[in-house]
């Protein structure tokens, strides 16, 4: 019993800060991702979603129209303390979101699902990216969710 409630306590804290997340996004604040950290937001927007890494720019004028986020890692957030910063984290975001087209160039949805999939456990590690949703990594690279499953599974039978 104790753990349940140990378990909705974490789920509620995250349920918390998605919360302020997104009250913060819609009214266009500019927030970093902290770079010195192994952590990132997944933003779901209407037909797609992006991923913002360590050092990115979110807030302001990129996601007005974000509709709700999956922190990745430990997240945390930064409000910019000069003007430099901010031109930093808006290179930055720039550079994740190259990242994410140059993966979802590849015609190939299956390349596209194992490059994502690679990518988040080079970026993080395995048991994080096992964390995330088949619909999140397809949304990331414009894959159907039944792609992301089937590729996962091919990826785990190599592994045993």
Do not use: C
């Not at 009214?27 to 933003?43: S, T, V």
């Not at 807030?59 to 129209?65: I, L, S, V, W, Y």
């Not at 409000?79 to 590849?106: C, F, G, H, M």
């Not at 590690?125 to 159907?144: H, K, S």
């Amino acid at each position: 019993m104790t753990n349940n409630v140990f378990n909705q306590a974490i789920i509620s804290q995250k349920q918390q800060q998605i919360n302020e997340i997104l009250q913060n996004l819609h009214d266009k604040q500019l927030l970093i991702i902290n770079p010195r950290r192994k952590n990132g937001l997944i933003l779901y927007k209407p037909y797609h979603a992006e991923f913002a890494g360590p050092g990115a720019a979110i807030g302001a004028n990129f996601d007005h129209d974000v509709l709700d986020v999956l922190p990745v890692g430990k997240l945390s957030l930064m409000k910019p303390r000069t003007s430099q910063e901010r031109i930093n984290s808006y290179l930055i975001r720039r550079q994740w979101v190259k990242l994410a087209k140059q993966i979802s160039d590849n015609t190939i949805p299956q390349q596209r699902a194992q490059v994502i999939l690679n990518q988040f456990e080079h970026w993080f590690d395995l048991e994080t990216a096992n964390l995330l949703p088949n619909e999140t990594f397809a949304l990331l690279v414009g894959v159907l969710p039944q792609t992301m499953k089937k590729v996962r599974t091919q990826s785990e039978l190599l592994l045993q």
